[in-house]
């Protein structure tokens, strides 16, 4: 069996080199790295990492709690995670909640007690706005970064997209679009994205001088049943609206099945807009527009701003909040309204 001993050998570098690579606690130049994880992927060298946690009170491993396994979105994002965990030598172990707090809650003991260096957080609703279970993990130390969702009442570092600007912008397009009937269909309001886009909804139609309409806006939970029912609510409603904001993907494709049974076409009979682009979003006809999210980035500067924390390289105690760019991507979905086509 290779021991670190051997490894220097074939590299021709130290030991300490060699230590100061796998562990990721000195910088150490591309080139060198690179000459000795070549020299122990050829004698299949495998640290004892068990053993090196003990001394160096570290695992090289980070813990990730997602919301929705299922949902499209959140694969992008844990593998944004893993490429850049992987590239500083972390293990990335992810955790799925399926949006449910005490799962949540388990994770988090979980990962607390295998000692994981850091955690990355896709928080699920919780309607009663008790976050202690995530303040009493980062108050034991450990260093939590949260994408996508933001917490209520506690400050932590964060990666996500800039939601009330994404929804402002899509709106936006529908309105110059010719619709003033516009319905919402958000995530569940205890999140603060669902709020966030909701909030982007509001001020699309203020600055449009367009009255809001109470019965426009309905909650989901971020999941296709809630999107198919609550727009199939909307569709059957006495005052349908014209247009439809769906606040993620999945109810997206709830909204698209429940115009199916419905036998209203998509734009003719009612616009359709989903904050996330699908990844079969070019394949539904008509193609639909999207607010599309950098979930890859997220997961990825995510990940690095974990690291950089666990190795003391940001010098401030106080939190970082990265808000990221979206971008609008106009399809068939939202075609001009036939009245303001035929102007």
Do not use: W
Request: with cysteine; hydrophobic share 40%; net charge positive.
């Amino acid at each position: 069996m290779a021991t670190i001993k051997d490894v220097a050998r074939q590299a021709g570098v130290s030991v300490g080199t060699v230590s100061n690579i796998l562990s990721g606690s000195v910088p150490v130049g591309a080139k060198l790295s690179e000459r000795v994880y070549a020299a122990i992927r050829k004698l299949d060298y495998h640290p004892n990492y068990v053993a090196r946690s003990l001394k160096a009170k570290a695992t090289k491993m980070l813990g990730m709690i997602i919301s929705d396994i299922t949902n499209p979105f959140f694969p992008q994002v844990v593998r944004g995670a893993e490429d850049c965990s992987s590239k500083y030598g972390y293990l990335l172990v992810a955790f799925n909640t399926d949006d449910q707090v005490e799962r949540e809650k388990q994770a988090l003991s979980v990962f607390r007690s295998r000692r994981v260096d850091g955690i990355l957080l896709v928080v699920s609703p919780c309607p009663d706005g008790d976050v202690s279970h995530i303040r009493n993990t980062a108050e034991s130390g450990i260093p939590i970064v949260c994408l996508d969702r933001i917490p209520p009442g506690i400050a932590l570092d964060s990666v996500s997209s800039d939601n009330v600007k994404g929804s402002q912008v899509c709106v936006r397009h529908l309105i110059n679009q010719g619709h003033r009937r516009i319905g919402i269909i958000t995530g569940s309001l205890s999140l603060q994205t669902a709020r966030d886009r909701l909030e982007g909804y509001r001020a699309a139609l203020e600055e449009a001088s367009i009255e809001m309409d109470p019965e426009l806006i309905v909650s989901g939970d971020f999941r296709q049943r809630s999107g198919y029912l609550l727009g199939k609510s909307l569709l059957l409603g006495p005052q349908r609206p014209t247009a439809i904001f769906v606040c993620n993907g999945m109810m997206a494709t709830g909204v698209v099945q429940a115009l199916e049974e419905t036998c209203l076409r998509c734009s003719d009979d009612i616009a359709v807009a989903s904050y996330d682009d699908l990844p079969l979003a070019e394949v539904f006809r008509p193609h639909l527009t999207a607010v599309v999210q950098p979930a890859y980035q997220i997961g990825y500067q995510g990940a690095e701003l974990l690291i950089q924390r666990i190795q003391h390289r940001i010098p401030s105690r106080k939190h970082v909040a990265i808000r990221l760019e979206t971008e609008l991507r106009i399809r068939e979905s939202t075609a001009a309204r036939r009245e303001v086509r035929g102007a």
